[in-house]
Structure formats: structure tokens, C-alpha cells
């Protein structure tokens, strides 16, 4: 019997897959949030982006993870893990798309966004996703970026609406500026999907 071992090839996780493990854990993160956040005395939605307030900057991180209560949670969660996980899978740029909407839209939303006001919820990375998944199949030609872009249009097409001033209650500003940074790193990105698999 010979005493000599075998080396085998360590298996790596496929890209794509990881990519959607990422999304389920930020939602895990959300929910988390939301728990803690019912507690008696605990109010982590203060921690939003508080526009044109310096405090307030902390917000452009936190923001996506708070949410009004869990009926607000709960209509983010669907769209958020289906173009979450479309990102993943058929570009594999899911954190530079995350971590770019995030920070320009809630840049934008900082900026531009009314004083004494509180925005808060993943719904601008949600219409940054979205606007993302349809840019990137203009921007990079490929079939199935293309189909995939088709199917966002018919399933979310109806979110447009969320964009337009005068809804009270609604962060329109953090919906519109998600959506134009969600384009944007999709222009910024373009080259790299060149050379990979969209």
C-alpha cells in the first residue's frame, strides 16, 4: 500500500453562484435590521439619509437596510432578490452595481432631497437594479442581456411611476437617482462586459 497522498483540486464557488449568495445575505441583513429595529425604544430608521445634513451621510450606507415597518420590508424583498440575483447571474457584477447605486443615488438623494426629511428602504437599489438590467442590454448587445432586459421592462416596467414628484411618503428622489446611478455603472461597466459572459 503506498503511502504517498493525493492532492485534488480545490473546487471554487462558480461566480454567478456566489453573486446571488451575496443578495440573499444582504436581504437576510435587511430583515435582521427590521427585527431589531421592532424592539421597544429602538429606532434605527433615524439613521437614514438626512438630506443636505452632514450627520445625515451615514444614511447613503444605512438606508437600504432600514425600512418603515415590515409591510415596506416585505415589498422590497421580492423585486430586490429577483434583480439582485439576475445581476449575479447573467452579468457577475452585482457589488459593483450595489456599491455604485448606493453611493451616487444616495449621494444624489443627499444632495438634491428636501431638509428635515428621512429616506430610507432598498427600493433605490431596487430601481437602480432594475435600470441597470435594461441599460446593460442596450449598452452591451448580447443576447441574453437583451432578453433579460426585455423581461425587467414587462415585470417592472410599472415602477416608472415611483419616479414622479407629488407621492407623500414616497422617496421619489431616491428612486429617480437609483435609476440614473444604476444607468451610469452600467455605461461605466460596459467595457468589462466585453469580455465576459452577459
Known sequence: MSS???ITP???VPP???GTVSVFVLVLLMWAEEIVDAFPGVNLDQYGIQPQDPEGLVGIAAAPFLHGGFGHLIANTGAFLVLGCLIAMTTRRFWPVTIGVALVGGFATWLAAAPNTVHIGASGLVY???AFLVAWGVFSRRALAIVVAVVVVL???GIVVGVLPGQPGISWQGHLFGA???????WLLRGSGARQRA
Open 16 to 18: 454567478a453562484l456566489a
Open 128 to 130: 437602480g437594479y432594475a
Open 10 to 12: 480545490r473546487r471554487s
Open 4 to 6: 504517498s497522498g493525493q
Open 180 to 186: 440614473l446611478a444604476g444607468v451610469l455603472m452600467a
Open 155 to 157: 415585470m417592472y416596467g
